[in-house]
Every structure is written in structure tokens, then in C-alpha cells.
């Protein structure tokens, strides 16, 4: 259930179906025939291109698959190379795949670019301009994957410069913020010493000026809502600024931090505190505004920063698009996006609308025709 505006109070809805990912979503695509012929077993049709998505991958993941895809004559494309696929200009390739790395986590740098190179292999990296951060040089790098990764979790500037220059990394948009907002007043707990085990771009973002910020494990007694991301058709709920977080912050840090958590009834504390709050949605206005300034603040940042005029593809945080976003897509003159929908290939097709494009994840690349194939690997 979500929270939305509605005659100036806050309601209940559903969160959509198509939001939500797990092992139904995908045992539905399969029994309806969204997966490509291929992952079959058959070979690649002349009006699919198989597109591929990768994130924080180790050498030993990578390697092999990379290796497949060179071995058996198979050549990656850009960003451009896809939007042409799918408008019907150009010449069918059945060899010619995508390789997408969401987020550009640090070992696309120190792993996946020597490996790229290693196998004369090309590959479209999505990056968070608003997470990245600056530093003085870049970090070792190691087809291997021997070094050690030091530092900030994500490629810095400089390292996002660097694989950009390589000729071997199409650098795109990932949003300027990759972010989750609350969208509920439905309350689905707090901030405990578990909470560092939840992912860094899962967390919610908290604040959005003079700084964005997202909840954070050292964030001990914040309330956490139902969310959703930013890029979908969900209005964002706040509650009373930032004082009622703020509040249950300071109780838990002067009632014994971590070990508040231990005591009898340390919920109904927290409760009693943010059940104070008023909850309020965004209008439509503000929404809109909102996902507009996420695409095209991503895009100018990106081409800023690198010098560069070719960042005007996206692809969609958790695969989330919506009404708003698609409409923001066109009026902000992106060429393609990558969106889950409900209907379609999971692969890009000629025809396709450019703005709710699909790929597959990574372990079917060794379902692609092939020398060494594996078609029925449940671990590939």
C-alpha cells in the first residue's frame, strides 16, 4: 500500500505490480513467453538484439562470460548502436549483443575495463552523477581482479574520465540520484544495527536540500516508510520536515544508541514520536518537477564533468518509469530508456518504443548460441 494526495489528505493504494521484482515476477514472465527464443535454446531472432545487465561484478564472475562472448565471435555495441536497432536502421547482426554496467561501481574500473580490453569488448556504463565522488587520481586496476578496492564504493570522477576516455566504455545516465522516496504513511520500521546489511541504493533519500541525503546505518531510530522510486508515477510523503527523524535520531543516541534496540519496548518509544507527525504529498506540479530535475540534472552533470555531448541515453533506477517519467523522457529529448513493462521481450526489438526498452540479466549470456552453451544451467 502507497500514500497519495487525494482532496488534501493522504490515502492507500496498492504499489503497482509492475514495481515489484522476486521469484513470481519472474516465474510469470516465464510461463508467458517474455524470455527471447534463445534462452531455450534457439537461436536469435533477426528482430532481437540481446541486451545484458550487469552491476558490481568480481573478475571471476566477469571473466568467463566475457570470454564466451569473445570466443564465440560475439561484439558489443553503444548506446547509439541500440537506438538505431530499434528505429530499423542499420544491418542485422545475429553476433552483436549489448553489455550494460548499472550504477558504474568502483570494479568497473579496476576490473571490468582490463577485462573489456582483454577481449576486445565494449560496454555501456550507467552512472549516478549525484553519488560520484571526487579524488586526487584513480585506483589500481587488475584484469584479474587481484587489487584490492580502496575508498568510495562507486567510480570516482576521475575514473569515470578515465573509462570514458578508453574508447572501450559508452558512458549514459543512471538518474542524477538513483533514488527511492517514501511514498506511504505506512510505517515498515527503523533505522536498527541491521539496517546496514540493506544495499547502499536501496536506502531512501531523506533530504533533499542544501544536500541530498539518504538514510544511513549511523541513522539509528529513523522511521522508514514504504517507497518507491522516484522515477514512478508515486507522489512523495513527508512528514513534518525533518524535526519528527530528527527527534527519534536524538532519542536513541542519548538512550543508549545500539543497545537501545535491547531494551523492552524501545518500538512503542520511537512510535510515540513519530506518530506525532503530519504526513503530507506532493502535488502533481512538484512530482512532475521533481523527475524532470533527476533526468535532466543526470545528463547536463554527466556531460559537464566529462566534456562530452553524447550522455542522452538512460537507463531507469530498479527498471522504474511511469506515466510522468515516460512523458519527461520525450520532453527532455532522450533517445532511448530501459523500463520494465509488463508486456513485451525481455530483449530489445525492432519497433520497440525507445523510452520502455528491456534487457536480461547477465547469466544468460552463456544461453547465446555458442561453443560451450548452456542451456539448462540454473548457475550461469
Not at 147 to 170: N, Y
Not at 214 to 225: K, V
Request: hydrophobic letters at 40%.
Amino acid at each position: 500500500m502507497i500514500g497519495v494526495q487525494f482532496s488534501g489528505l493522504v490515502r492507500q493504494e496498492s504499489i503497482p505490480f509492475n514495481e515489484r521484482g522476486g521469484r513470481l515476477r519472474g516465474c510469470l514472465d516465464a510461463i508467458s513467453g517474455r524470455f527471447p527464443r534463445f534462452v531455450f535454446g534457439g537461436g536469435v531472432a533477426d528482430d532481437t538484439l540481446p541486451v545484458f545487465h550487469f552491476h558490481d561484478e568480481s573478475a571471476g564472475e566477469l571473466e568467463p562470460k566475457l570470454r564466451y562472448l569473445a570466443e564465440n565471435g560475439y561484439r558489443s555495441i553503444t548506446s547509439d548502436d541500440i537506438e538505431a536497432f530499434v528505429a530499423g536502421r542499420g544491418v542485422r547482426d545475429a553476433r552483436r549483443v549489448g553489455l550494460c554496467f548499472d550504477d558504474v561501481w568502483a570494479s568497473v574500473w579496476t576490473t571490468a575495463l582490463p577485462l573489456l580490453k582483454r577481449y576486445g569488448l565494449t560496454a555501456i556504463a550507467f552512472a549516478i552523477p549525484g553519488r560520484i565522488e571526487d579524488a586526487g587520481g584513480c585506483r589500481p586496476s587488475s584484469a584479474d581482479g587481484a587489487s584490492r578496492i580502496d575508498g568510495p564504493p562507486l567510480a570516482t570522477w576521475p575514473e569515470l574520465r578515465a573509462l570514458h576516455a578508453s574508447g572501450f566504455v559508452d558512458v549514459q545516465c543512471h538518474t542524477h540520484s538513483h533514488s527511492r522516496v517514501f511514498c506511504s504513511t505506512i510505517r515498515t520500521g527503523y533505522v536498527t544495527p541491521a539496517y546496514a546489511a540493506v544495499p547502499m541504493l536501496n536506502r531512501p533519500r531523506v533530504a533533499d536540500a542544501p544536500t541530498v541525503r539518504f538514510a544511513t546505518p549511523q541513522d539509528l531510530g529513523a522511521p522508514l516508510y514504504l517507497s518507491r522510486s522516484r522515477m514512478s508515477d508515486g507522489h512523495r510523503v513527508t512528514f513534518n520536515g525533518d524535526d519528527m527523524r530528527r527527534q527519534c535520531i536524538e532519542h536513541v543516541a542519548t538512550h543508549g544508541a545500539a543497545e537501545f534496540f535491547a531494551r523492552d519496548g524501545w518500538q512503542r518509544e520511537l512510535d510515540a514520536i513519530a506518530n506525532r507527525a503530519a504526513p503530507r504529498a506532493e502535488s502533481d506540479d512538484a512530482r512532475r518537477q521533481a523527475i524532470e530535475e533527476e533526468l535532466d540534472q543526470g545528463r547536463a552533470i554527466l556531460n559537464d564533468r566529462l566534456g562530452i555531448t553524447t550522455v542522452n541515453h538512460v537507463c531507469l533506477p530498479w527498471g522504474v518509469s511511469g506515466d510522468v517519467t515516460s512523458a519527461a523522457l520525450k520532453r527532455l529529448g532522450y533517445r532511448t530508456a530501459f523500463a520494465n513493462r509488463l508486456r513485451g521481450l525481455h530483449a530489445v526489438r525492432r519497433g520497440d518504443d525507445p523510452h520502455w526498452l528491456k534487457r536480461l540479466p547477465n547469466k544468460y549470456i552463456f544461453r547465446l548460441p555458442g561453443r560451450g552453451r548452456r542451456i539448462w544451467s540454473t548457475t550461469a
